[in-house]
């Protein structure tokens, strides 16, 4: 069975500082997706990262996913208050599925 | 372009009820999935159809089935609902099986 470990589960920081959510696994992604969700929303899709090694960056965002592409992480520098939100890693086994595994979420906080 | 459309938003049902819950795709998407969202697990997968079949199955009753049509709209339908079925059921549609993932808003269903 894959899993996918996300940390940390919470984080609550002042605007203005930089942060890491990482997700991680034993098993082999062909792709990692990460979503940011609102409350009583659907999980918004914000990248998909495929090659391992692959770095990619959306604004004040930046997206890795690891050499061996069992791993993945999110930092967001300098957060705002509008970064508040969930954020969710889910992996895809092979690029024959359409089921994604998902991590727990990072619920991020981000406080004026 | 419409993301994917899910109706209804909001739900509520009695203990022993059935509900169906409709989802159409991003138009040209031909995958379609379906999760299940509660604070205690998280998002886990329900199943995922392709071409109108069923590919995949997650670890979840027989009361839980879907289906999905020719022009790849998709439904799911709980039978004999119990309190435990609350939550926020999520579809999601990709263009073909392991393309990225977007998801609708959902339907909250309330269990009474």
């Known amino acids: 069975t894959q899993l996918l470990e996300q940390s940390p589960q919470f984080l609550s920081i002042q605007e203005g500082e930089n942060l890491t959510v990482y997700c991680n696994s034993s098993s082999v992604f062909s792709s990692l997706q990460w979503y940011r969700q609102e409350p009583g929303e659907g999980p918004v899709l914000l990248v998909t990262v495929v090659t391992g090694g692959e770095v990619k960056k959306l604004k004040r965002l930046t997206f890795q996913f690891g050499d061996a592409r069992k791993d993945s992480s999110l930092h967001i520098t300098a957060a705002q208050p509008g970064d508040t939100g969930l954020y969710l890693c889910a992996g895809l086994g092979s690029s024959n599925t359409g089921k994604l595994i998902f991590g727990q979420g990072t619920t991020l906080q981000v406080k004026p | 372009k419409a993301g994917v459309t899910q109706t209804p938003r909001y739900l509520i049902k009695t203990r022993g009820q059935q509900v169906t819950l409709s989802c159409s795709p991003i138009s040209g998407h031909r995958s379609v999935s379906w999760y299940q969202q509660t604070p205690g697990q998280g998002l886990q997968f329900l199943f995922e159809?392709?071409?109108?079949?069923?590919?995949n199955k997650g670890n979840f009753p027989g009361r839980f089935s879907g289906r999905q049509f020719s022009n790849s709209r998709s439904e799911m339908n709980v039978s004999t609902l119990e309190l435990g079925d609350s939550a926020l059921y999520l579809c999601a549609s990709s263009l073909v099986r392991g393309a990225r993932t977007f998801f609708g808003q959902g339907t909250r269903l309330t269990v009474v």
């Open positions: 159809y392709f071409s109108e079949t069923q590919r």
